[in-house]
């Protein structure tokens, strides 16, 4: 079984954090991966930093654009990944923009997932139809589960569609909003969560945009199987270093 | 050419002929036919073939109620039903939230030994496909074929059906008239009758027998090299889509579902065709460049986008977009720029309708184009600097892109060239189409010919390009060229000639050519012109690219302001930078003493002026 799937039937709340791929400094990958995990993070979203990052804020359009100067790739990012499963256990996804894995070649980015012990894609641009007709079959193949986002905007119907594509978890965006784009919910979003949470969905929801604190994180698994931390997480290496990965963890646990 | 099986009928019989992988399936649903079909279910059926429902004067809720039962991707309309009819049905079906892609309507007509063609015209627009059967005593499945030579006359574009009584004998006349002219816009063969161990109930192995037969004619897809506009899927060939997060498909799809609909509506034409007359100032002239004619000797025509209120083509799209704006009840218009040419002509609409405005400009575009900062502004725009990545146009993009995925609902974003998500390259495609509208008749008045021998225009996303070849697309005697910006040089590493540098990928939401690294990391481009400065390609001129449909040339700084003076000395028209590289293609392209070339004078040089003085010393 998927590292995802296992994990989801664990009976708690679930935090995930990701960061950004070669930030802040080149080699802090795989440091960091081993760091979240060591404190009691479930689960990790490895950026993998793009020029144009559409749907992100500014806290990680800016980590991006400096892990891009410092000689972030694909290439790169693999092989820094190589022996990672020889030190962590908790499931991990690759979260990036669809052009970096076309180039590298959508089946060769999936079969080299696979080696390395990725378990999952988080595309936010390769909408759900397009992976449907095109590229479900390559990803089912080499055993990868790709999430897909909704928002408060999208429509019951749809919902149900990629429910039905998922098999993993669906990953909730708090509002409409780029990454890190705001601070705490309000009615209008906790009426929102329990609205899908009435949907009877087949995939667990985990809950993303947004949450940067004890209490935000608290509030969304209120309504959700898990939250999501990323602008906030990258915020505080920014300031503070990856040597207070345990400080921020234990900040949003405790 | 594609293939259609129709007249299915059996659950069974269903299945295995899907396994042929036929394009289309037909079910006919009209009680008359000894084939109406009439189980509850369609078998599930592989994806790619697209089911289509054949009807005889049906009503449309009779229609629709069969679409939405068995998921049609498609129509076949074989009775009386006018082209009315069609768009009501196309309407219909828009509305429904079960609808992925705009229905195919195929709309049949009947040809013995001749065909008055004129009876297609009225279907031109409504109709996405015609079919041609035999006529006979029934509505169809007649059993004989008819006279294919009626076809040399086809006087449309439209890619049709070829139908009635086509069997396993007629592979070798599908042959050779696959390779005669007729055949040319011959989109798929239609088979049925000649098929059946009874109506309805297909023979497979003569089926099989038949595909491979034909294999050759059948894989050759051709209409995707021979159609240019963008198909259902919004796809243009291989380029376009829409590659878009999902927090942006709520906005995306409201305007696909709706801006054919909205553009058809006679309301909305009379209110476009009035502020294009009345504000813009069009029809723009045609204009006869006599002493640039002489110059290089053969017939040069400019087509003045230039004398447009604010200065460039630009506003065509403008207009358009605010008016569907209204329509889908957006207050609130973001829009992004590069020169500031587009933020201007958004800002023009915005204050003329009273609509909040906000630009998103690139730090380092701002500082360039100081004046048209302060256009917008005096225009009651706001202009919000992308300091985001390389601060240029292509992060401006990013920004409105941002703002539009943080206000879901009032806003509407006005994109300024052929880019984007789909629908995006064909709704501004259509907007400015009005420029070659324009070319056709002005040409007929001055040289008795619709046609000309070029469509020249420069490329930026290729909005103004665009809409200068769009009627002129499927005419195949007609060149299309297709002008870039080679910046300091193709192998300068300062250039921004997409054709020649870029590889296929994704940029704002299309598939498209685009310049980036081996990693997929999108490259800041380099030209003189800000307008041309992007590093991508609209979707439809990566298609022109890819076929060879247009010849792409590339222009180097140097050559495009030595040809913007000369026009200046030899015209008394001081030309856009941008426009100027078109105009520098006579220096390398020869053409014929009596070619007709028709060039988009996409914008006038005030606002480059500082880039003159400094350029020329003047
Ligand atoms: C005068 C002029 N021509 C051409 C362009 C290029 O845009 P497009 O390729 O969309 O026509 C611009 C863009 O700013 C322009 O201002």
């Given at each position: 079984?998927?590292?995802?799937?296992?994990?989801?039937?664990?009976?708690?709340?679930?935090?995930?954090?990701?960061?950004?791929?070669?930030?802040?400094?080149?080699?802090?990958?795989?440091?960091?991966?081993?760091?979240?995990?060591?404190?009691?993070?479930?689960?990790i979203e490895i950026g993998l930093p793009f020029s144009d990052p559409l749907a992100d804020g500014p806290t990680i359009q800016d980590s991006s654009t400096k892990a891009l100067k410092n000689g972030m790739t694909t290439e790169v990012l693999f092989n820094q990944l190589q022996d990672i499963r020889k030190t962590v256990n908790i499931p991990l996804i690759i979260m990036g923009y669809f052009n970096p894995m076309l180039q590298y070649g959508v089946e060769a980015f999936c079969k080299k997932c696979q080696e390395i012990g990725i378990d999952g894609l988080i595309i936010p641009d390769l909408?759900?139809?397009?992976?449907?007709?095109?590229?479900?079959?390559?990803?089912?193949?080499?055993?990868?589960?790709?999430?897909?986002?909704?928002?408060?905007?999208?429509?019951?119907?749809?919902?149900?569609?990629?429910?039905?594509?998922?098999?993993?978890?669906?990953?909730?965006?708090?509002?409409?909003?780029?990454?890190?784009?705001?601070?705490?919910?309000?009615?209008?979003?906790?009426?929102?969560?329990?609205?899908?949470?009435?949907?009877?969905?087949?995939?667990?929801?985990?809950?993303?945009?947004?949450?940067?604190?004890?209490?935000?994180?608290?509030?969304?698994?209120?309504?959700?199987?898990?939250?999501?931390?990323?602008?906030?997480?990258?915020?505080?290496?920014?300031?503070?270093?990856?040597?207070?990965?345990?400080?921020?963890?234990?900040?949003?646990?405790? | 050419?594609?293939?259609?099986?129709?007249?299915?009928?059996?659950?069974?019989?269903?299945?295995?002929?899907?396994?042929?992988?036929?394009?289309?399936?037909?079910?006919?649903?009209?009680?008359?036919?000894?084939?109406?079909?009439?189980?509850?279910?369609?078998?599930?059926?592989?994806?790619?073939?697209?089911?289509?429902?054949?009807?005889?004067?049906?009503?449309?809720?009779?229609?629709?109620?069969?679409?939405?039962?068995?998921?049609?991707?498609?129509?076949?309309?074989?009775?009386?039903?006018?082209?009315?009819?069609?768009?009501?049905?196309?309407?219909?079906?828009?509305?429904?939230?079960?609808?992925?892609?705009?229905?195919?309507?195929?709309?049949?007509?009947?040809?013995?030994?001749?065909f008055d063609f004129s009876v297609l015209k009225p279907y031109e627009k409504s109709a996405d496909y015609f079919l041609f059967d035999t006529k006979g005593k029934l509505p169809g499945g007649n059993g004989y074929t008819f006279n294919w030579n009626v076809l040399n006359n086809y006087p449309s574009t439209k890619p049709y059906f070829l139908s009635g009584g086509i069997g396993i004998n007629e592979i070798e006349d599908i042959k050779r008239f696959a390779k005669n002219k007729a055949s040319k816009y011959c989109y798929a063969l239609d088979v049925n009758s000649k098929f059946e161990i009874?109506?309805?109930?297909?023979?497979?192995?003569?089926?099989?027998?038949?595909?491979?037969?034909?294999?050759?004619?059948?894989?050759?897809?051709?209409?995707?090299?021979?159609?240019?506009?963008?198909?259902?899927?919004?796809?243009?060939?291989?380029?376009?889509?829409?590659?878009?997060?999902?927090?942006?498909?709520?906005?995306?799809?409201?305007?696909?579902?709706?801006?054919?609909?909205?553009?058809?509506?006679?309301?909305?034409?009379?209110?476009?065709?009035?502020?294009?007359?009345?504000?813009?100032?069009?029809?723009?002239?045609?204009?006869?460049?006599?002493?640039?004619?002489?110059?290089?000797?053969?017939?040069?025509?400019?087509?003045?986008?230039?004398?447009?209120?604010?200065?460039?083509?630009?506003?065509?799209?403008?207009?358009?977009?605010?008016?569907?704006?209204?329509?889908?009840?957006?207050?609130?218009?973001?829009?992004?720029?590069?020169?500031?040419?587009?933020?201007?002509?958004?800002?023009?609409?915005?204050?003329?309708?009273?609509?909040?405005?906000?630009?998103?400009?690139?730090?380092?575009?701002?500082?360039?184009?100081?004046?048209?900062?302060?256009?917008?502004?005096?225009?009651?725009?706001?202009?919000v600097p992308a300091l985001s990545g390389s601060r240029t146009l292509k992060d401006a993009t990013n920004e409105a892109i941002r703002d539009w995925i943080n206000n879901p609902v009032n806003t509407h974003y006005i994109i300024g060239s052929a880019i984007g998500p789909h629908p995006y390259p064909d709704m501004v495609t259509r907007f400015q189409s009005v420029i070659s509208e324009e070319i056709k008749w002005q040409l007929k008045e001055q040289e008795g010919r619709e046609n000309p021998d070029y469509v020249v225009a420069c490329i930026g996303g290729g909005s103004n390009a665009a809409?200068?070849?769009?009627?002129?697309?499927?005419?195949?005697?007609?060149?299309?060229?297709?002008?870039?910006?080679?910046?300091?040089?193709?192998?300068?590493?300062?250039?921004?000639?997409?054709?020649?540098?870029?590889?296929?990928?994704?940029?704002?939401?299309?598939?498209?050519?685009?310049?980036?690294?081996?990693?997929?990391?999108?490259?800041?481009?380099?030209?003189?012109?800000?307008?041309?400065?992007?590093?991508?390609?609209?979707?439809?001129?990566?298609?022109?690219?890819?076929?060879?449909?247009?010849?792409?040339?590339?222009?180097?700084?140097?050559?495009?302001?030595?040809?913007?003076?000369?026009?200046?000395?030899?015209?008394?028209?001081?030309?856009?930078?941008?426009?100027?590289?078109?105009?520098?293609?006579?220096?390398?392209?020869?053409?014929?003493?009596?070619?007709?070339?028709?060039?988009?004078?996409?914008?006038?040089?005030?606002?480059?002026?500082?880039?003159?003085?400094?350029?020329?010393?003047?």
């Open positions: 079984m998927n590292r995802i799937n296992k994990k989801l039937k664990e009976d708690k709340k679930l935090l995930s954090i990701y960061f950004t791929a070669g930030y802040p400094k080149i080699n802090d990958t795989v440091s960091i991966i081993q760091n979240l995990e060591k404190n009691g993070v479930d689960m909408p759900v139809d397009v992976y449907h007709e095109e590229y479900q079959t390559i990803f089912e193949k080499y055993g990868l589960i790709n999430v897909f986002l909704i928002t408060p905007q999208t429509s019951d119907k749809r919902i149900h569609y990629i429910d039905s594509i998922s098999n993993g978890f669906i990953y909730m965006v708090s509002s409409a909003s780029t990454t890190g784009a705001q601070s705490g919910f309000g009615k209008e979003q906790t009426s929102y969560f329990e609205r899908i949470g009435k949907m009877n969905l087949k995939n667990p929801q985990i809950i993303g945009f947004g949450i940067s604190n004890n209490e935000t994180f608290t509030q969304a698994t209120q309504y959700a199987k898990g939250a999501i931390i990323g602008s906030a997480f990258v915020k505080h290496i920014t300031n503070k270093g990856i040597n207070s990965i345990k400080e921020f963890v234990n900040s949003i646990l405790n | 050419m594609r293939l259609k099986v129709c007249g299915m009928k059996y659950q069974e019989n269903i299945e295995q002929v899907a396994t042929l992988q036929p394009d289309y399936l037909g079910f006919i649903f009209y009680e008359n036919s000894a084939r109406n079909f009439d189980s509850k279910n369609i078998p599930k059926v592989n994806k790619s073939i697209k089911k289509t429902g054949v009807f005889v004067d049906a009503s449309i809720d009779f229609v629709i109620e069969k679409i939405n039962n068995h998921n049609l991707q498609a129509v076949q309309l074989h009775g009386k039903e006018s082209p009315e009819n069609c768009n009501d049905l196309k309407h219909r079906h828009a509305e429904l939230d079960s609808a992925p892609y705009p229905l195919e309507i195929i709309k049949v007509f009947s040809i013995k030994d001749e009874e109506p309805g109930l297909k023979n497979i192995s003569i089926l099989k027998e038949f595909k491979k037969n034909l294999s050759e004619v059948l894989e050759n897809k051709k209409e995707k090299a021979m159609n240019y506009n963008v198909n259902e899927k919004g796809y243009y060939g291989e380029f376009g889509g829409a590659f878009i997060p999902e927090m942006l498909y709520p906005n995306v799809e409201e305007l696909r579902q709706n801006y054919l609909k909205v553009m058809d509506e006679p309301e909305f034409k009379k209110e476009f065709d009035k502020l294009l007359k009345d504000y813009v100032g069009r029809p723009s002239p045609l204009y006869f460049a006599k002493r640039l004619s002489e110059k290089y000797n053969t017939k040069i025509y400019l087509k003045r986008e230039d004398l447009n209120h604010t200065g460039a083509h630009k506003i065509n799209n403008t207009i358009g977009q605010i008016l569907m704006a209204q329509r889908l009840g957006k207050t609130r218009i973001i829009a992004e720029t590069g020169a500031g040419q587009h933020g201007v002509a958004t800002a023009t609409v915005c204050a003329l309708m009273g609509l909040e405005c906000i630009v998103y400009m690139g730090e380092i575009d701002i500082a360039r184009q100081a004046p048209n900062v302060a256009r917008m502004k005096m225009l009651g725009a706001k202009v809409g200068t070849y769009y009627h002129y697309l499927h005419e195949p005697d007609v060149g299309i060229v297709a002008v870039e910006a080679a910046g300091l040089g193709i192998d300068s590493g300062e250039s921004a000639a997409t054709s020649v540098l870029g590889k296929e990928g994704i940029i704002h939401g299309c598939k498209t050519l685009l310049m980036q690294t081996t990693d997929g990391q999108i490259t800041e481009p380099y030209s003189i012109s800000a307008g041309l400065d992007y590093p991508g390609v609209g979707p439809m001129h990566a298609h022109l690219s890819k076929t060879g449909r247009a010849e792409f040339m590339s222009i180097t700084d140097s050559d495009a302001m030595e040809a913007g003076l000369e026009l200046s000395k030899l015209e008394g028209i001081i030309p856009a930078i941008e426009t100027s590289h078109a105009l520098a293609i006579f220096k390398h392209k020869t053409f014929k003493p009596d070619d007709v070339v028709v060039m988009s004078l996409s914008g006038r040089g005030d606002k480059d002026l500082q880039n003159y003085i400094e350029y020329f010393k003047i």
